[in-house]
């Protein structure tokens, strides 16, 4: 969940106004998911599974659906992979309770709404009205425990409230959800494939255990990496597909042209013309890569793809930086990324959330 101040910006005015087998690929290095004998993925599950987890036969066949219809590699490392997040994110819960969820979301509205100079106790006034299930929005506010009734309730804010769509638009707060905790957005561009009739909207289906798994897995395992350890992907899943590579690039790309970066795996300002820091510090090289700002830009706009390492750029950074440190560099490296979000309070980041779930993976083969 991602609470933005556009969001709540508009709220307060809404408010006012109304009253073939892929995924890790042999190519990946991963070399250990190669040899692999392809299982049973619903025994599997049903083995792996905590003996606590509620309807671990649901689980299983929910997995064994997602590995099949998307021609998933169905080995012991594929299936690990999955439960371990999917411990990590929700304990194995389809719409895990977020403790003081509440607060978050009070107070998240009140910041909003001073930012525009607009009473708070207006506000909260406002949201006494009735909503569509009989309660007021406030009273719904006080009691909410998961992100899927906080979606809920913002579903009927943008449909039921005077002014709402226009307002509004179809904005909603609620980013993530289900035992996964995959994008809403990502689940939203990747639904071909998708094997189940959905009753109601992508939003509603990433909510239940079915869809978040699918959507879940297929952002954390359902694209070409050429990674030689699967933590990097847990890496991916949490900052976005290839950031590892990409935090590696960042790191020959310092050592290249002597300009310090974060890396963090953005190799562009993405939605933006301006050129980033990164895209500055290869500028600096454009000369010794024998490259136009305007080919530097178009090549760094393929970050998001395997195929950037396929591109003279990625190539020759990494051939000047290897010279000038005389040695080879890592082709992945943990993004250094600082997790922020309404709902965490302690220190923590990308690298932490991969190593927790590469923990979990390691666990998971390990077990009898």
């Not at 609470?3 to 006012?16: D, E, H, N, S, V």
């Not at 619903?42 to 792996?48: E, G, L, T």
């Not at 790191?251 to 190799?267: I, R």
């Amino acid at each position: 969940m991602s609470f933005t101040p556009r969001c709540y910006g508009l709220l307060a005015a809404l408010i006012l106004a109304g009253c073939a087998t892929k995924g890790p690929t042999t190519r990946e290095g991963e070399q250990e998911k190669a040899q692999e004998k392809p299982l049973d993925v619903a025994s599997v599950v049903r083995q792996k599974m905590p003996a606590s987890v509620k309807d671990r036969n649901g689980w299983a066949q929910d997995i064994a659906t997602t590995f099949a219809s998307q021609k998933l590699a169905p080995t012991l490392s594929n299936i690990c992979s999955v439960l371990a997040v999917a411990q990590q994110e929700s304990n194995y819960q389809a719409d895990p309770a977020v403790p003081g969820l509440s607060k978050i979301a009070w107070k998240e509205i009140d910041k909003r709404a001073q930012r525009l100079h607009i009473p708070p106790l207006l506000v909260h006034t406002a949201l006494k009205i009735p909503s569509p299930n009989g309660k007021s929005y406030s009273e719904r506010l006080d009691t909410v425990k998961s992100e899927k009734q906080l979606s809920e309730i913002f579903d009927d804010l943008i449909n039921m409230v005077p002014m709402g769509q226009r307002l509004f638009g179809s904005f909603n707060p609620v980013r993530t959800g289900g035992p996964m905790q995959v994008s809403i957005a990502f689940a939203q561009n990747h639904t071909e494939g998708y094997p189940w009739k959905m009753d109601g909207t992508v939003r509603e289906e990433v909510f239940t255990r079915r869809g978040g798994l699918w959507f879940g897995t297929y952002h954390l395992l359902n694209y070409p990496a050429s990674y030689n350890a699967p933590i990097y992907r847990y890496a991916d899943f949490n900052a976005g597909w290839y950031a590892s590579r990409n935090a590696a690039f960042q790191h020959a790309l310092s050592k290249a042209s002597g300009v310090k970066l974060a890396l963090d795996g953005d190799l562009i300002l993405y939605g933006s013309d301006e050129a980033g820091a990164t895209e500055r510090a290869v500028r600096t090289l454009g000369a010794q890569l024998g490259m136009s700002d305007r080919d530097i830009r178009r090549q760094l706009q393929r970050g998001d793809s395997d195929a950037f390492e396929e591109t003279k750029l990625y190539r020759e950074v990494y051939r000047l930086a290897e010279k000038k440190s005389g040695k080879r560099l890592d082709r992945a490296m943990l993004p250094g990324i600082q997790l922020e979000s309404p709902k965490i309070t302690r220190n923590l980041t990308t690298a932490w959330f991969a190593k927790r779930v590469d923990d979990r993976r390691a666990k998971c083969m390990a077990q009898n």
